[in-house]
């Protein structure tokens, strides 16, 4: 497809960038909000993007579940040191 080579050089730019923004030598990444319900997290994510945090530093792990823990959801925030 046309421009389909110009569209993942500029993502790849933008992971870039965001990668330089949040290495680990900069700040820490740390927990916010842990919940096992989904539509939880789906709100507090909605109040975070109403409140305009940058996207590009919240992170989203599914910690997967078995049968005696089930699936959780944590939302972490990168903090940069000093």
Not at 22 to 49: C, I, K, M, N, Y
Request: glycine fraction near 6%; include cysteine.
């Amino acid at each position: 497809m046309p421009g389909q080579g110009k569209r993942r050089r500029r993502q790849e730019a933008e992971r870039q960038r965001i990668a330089a923004r949040t290495a680990p030598d900069l700040g820490q990444w740390e927990v916010v909000f842990e919940t096992r319900d989904p539509a939880e997290l789906r709100a507090r994510l909605h109040s975070l993007r109403q409140a305009r945090v940058d996207e590009a530093t919240i992170r989203i792990d599914t910690l997967c579940g078995r049968l005696t823990h089930p699936t959780t959801y944590r939302l972490s925030r990168y903090v940069a040191d000093g």
